[in-house]
């Protein structure tokens, strides 16, 4: 099956630092990549949706500028959160599909990555 | 607000026993609804990607159906096994902009 790598898949940074996540689709070209968010006994919340070579989407009240995604290549897409503050710890899980979320083709989710903010 | 639940939250089946669970969703705007398995320290895993009203899918000892008229779709385990253990998650995928909400899941645990 399609797998789907993220790194790191942990990571502790100071309050008003950048961290970068990155998301790697290994053995095929996703044309759209998908962010999540988990908080703690909650559902996978949708962040944002890049399609390569174009801007991403972002649900609503989800920072732009807080959350830059980058989605350079056909398997690579980046989620950068920057100046991190304790409440953005979270757990950040990125999925990539073949098409569109409404196509018939399913995710594939990536490991996730634990982010925890000083 | 699109919402879209699950249940029960929590469930334990002896092993060997069957059970189902439910994801309930909006009944209008309906595009697609994708069932994932997600092991602990795993990555959620697609199950089934259902399209049509009425849809039956199987896979080995899971199968799947769905109601988009009504809004809901089951997910059955026969003869449950210590590797069924998982939150099982249904996504919904609305037509009108592809938008796609999950719902809590269903933390399965078999018990041996």
Same mark, same amino acid.
């Given at each position: 099956?399609?797998?789907?790598?993220?790194?790191?898949?942990?990571?502790?940074?100071?309050?008003?630092?950048?961290?970068?996540?990155?998301?790697?689709?290994?053995?095929?070209?996703?044309?759209?990549?998908?962010?999540?968010?988990?908080?703690?006994?909650?559902?996978?919340?949708?962040?944002?949706?890049?399609?390569?070579?174009?801007?991403?989407?972002?649900?609503?009240?989800?920072?732009?500028?807080?959350?830059?995604?980058?989605?350079?290549?056909?398997?690579?897409?980046?989620?950068?959160?920057?100046?991190?503050?304790?409440?953005?710890?979270?757990?950040?899980?990125?999925?990539?599909?073949?098409?569109?979320?409404?196509?018939?083709?399913?995710?594939?989710?990536?490991?996730?990555?634990?982010?925890?903010?000083? | 607000?699109?919402?879209?639940?699950? %249940?029960?939250?929590?469930?334990?089946?002896?092993?060997?026993?069957?059970?189902?669970?439910?994801? %309930?969703?909006?009944?209008?705007?309906?595009?697609?609804?994708?069932?994932?398995?997600?092991?602990?320290?795993?990555?959620?895993?697609?199950?089934?990607?259902?399209?049509?009203?009425?849809?039956?899918?199987?896979?080995?000892?899971?199968?799947?159906?769905?109601?988009?008229?009504?809004?809901? %779709?089951?997910?059955?385990?026969?003869? %449950?096994?210590?590797?069924?253990?998982?939150?099982?998650?249904?996504?919904?995928?609305?037509?009108?902009?592809?938008?796609?909400?999950?719902?809590?899941?269903?933390?399965?645990?078999?018990?041996?």
């Amino acid at each position: 099956g399609a797998v789907v790598s993220q790194h790191p898949s942990w990571v502790i940074c100071k309050s008003g630092t950048s961290v970068k996540i990155e998301c790697r689709s290994l053995d095929f070209q996703a044309t759209t990549m998908f962010w999540y968010r988990q908080f703690p006994k909650q559902s996978l919340m949708l962040m944002a949706t890049s399609n390569e070579g174009s801007k991403a989407t972002y649900e609503q009240g989800v920072e732009k500028d807080k959350f830059l995604i980058n989605h350079a290549s056909l398997t690579l897409s980046t989620l950068t959160v920057t100046s991190a503050h304790p409440e953005d710890s979270s757990f950040y899980i990125c999925s990539a599909s073949l098409s569109g979320a409404g196509s018939s083709y399913e995710q594939y989710f990536g490991p996730g990555t634990r982010l925890t903010v000083t | 607000i699109l919402n879209v639940e699950q %249940s029960p939250q929590s469930l334990h089946v002896q092993e060997g026993d069957s059970t189902n669970f439910t994801c %309930s969703f909006p009944s209008s705007n309906f595009y697609a609804l994708h069932w994932y398995r997600w092991e602990t320290a795993k990555s959620p895993e697609a199950l089934f990607v259902m399209t049509l009203n009425g849809d039956e899918k199987k896979k080995g000892r899971i199968s799947a159906t769905l109601n988009t008229k009504e809004g809901y %779709s089951y997910l059955y385990i026969k003869g %449950s096994q210590p590797e069924d253990s998982a939150t099982y998650l249904c996504a919904f995928i609305d037509f009108r902009d592809d938008k796609i909400i999950f719902g809590k899941g269903t933390r399965l645990h078999i018990l041996p």
